[in-house]
């Protein structure tokens, strides 16, 4: 799936739906994670701002057990 043009949202949006995890599930998985407090309200606004660093992403993608792949774009 090429998701080059997809902001924050709808990434976070496809992996939880695909795990059927609610957004409130995957913070609490990332709290374990992470061993950090992280609240509701503040993830949600990294997301909708679209604000979110790549290491966070990271995080979300190894707690949902999805890896993140680059590769050269096919011509």
Do not use: G
């Not at 496809?14 to 409130?24: E, G, N, R």
């Not at 993140?68 to 096919?74: C, T, V």
């Amino acid at each position: 799936m090429n998701i080059s043009n997809w902001d924050n949202s709808e990434i976070i949006r496809v992996l939880v739906a695909h795990k059927k995890i609610s957004q409130k599930k995957l913070v609490k998985m990332l709290e374990e994670y992470t061993n950090q407090t992280i609240p509701q309200s503040t993830f949600a606004n990294r997301i909708w701002r679209n604000s979110m660093r790549l290491r966070e992403l990271q995080e979300i993608c190894d707690v949902l057990d999805y890896d993140i792949i680059l590769q050269p774009k096919s011509k």
